[in-house]
Nanobody, 121 residues
Framework: QVQLMESGGGLVQPGESLRLSCAAS????????MGWYRQAPGKQRELVAV???????RYADSVNDRFTISRHNGENRVWLEMNNLKPEDTAVYYC???????????????WGQGTQVTVSS
């Protein structure tokens, strides 16, 4: 079984920065796409950023030029650097990974428990 553990959330003021971290543990052969999603109260979960195993990135329009996703394949980690945070960025942020546990296995979607990010003055 594979677990994803997020950290780095918190309360910040508008314009400040936060760095989220996600570490994968368990039986892992390879992690394919890794990404960050968020869910604000009363809203559906939405994509924030995703990064492929080769480092190709994709961002939501609302965070482009403010957020940066990165990963370390050897350590099975992914980060989300968030700059110039806005109140509308307030949400629970979830880490997601496509996990392959054996060399011949299929990819399984795995989610973390989430970390709260609150942007407020």
């Amino acid at each position: 079984q594979v677990q994803l553990m997020e950290s780095g959330g918190g309360l910040v003021q508008p314009g400040e920065s936060l760095r989220l971290s996600c570490a994968a543990s368990g039986t892992i052969f390879r992690l394919e796409d890794m990404g960050w999603y968020r869910q604000a109260p009363g809203k559906q979960r939405e994509l924030v950023a995703v990064i492929s195993i080769r480092g190709k990135t994709r961002y939501a329009d609302s965070v482009n030029d403010r957020f940066t996703i990165s990963r370390h394949n050897g350590e099975n980690r992914v980060w989300l650097e968030m700059n110039n945070l806005k109140p509308e960025d307030t949400a629970v942020y979830y880490c997601r990974a496509d996990v392959i546990q054996t060399w011949h296995g299929a990819s399984t979607e795995t989610w973390g428990q989430g970390t709260q990010v609150t942007v407020s003055s």
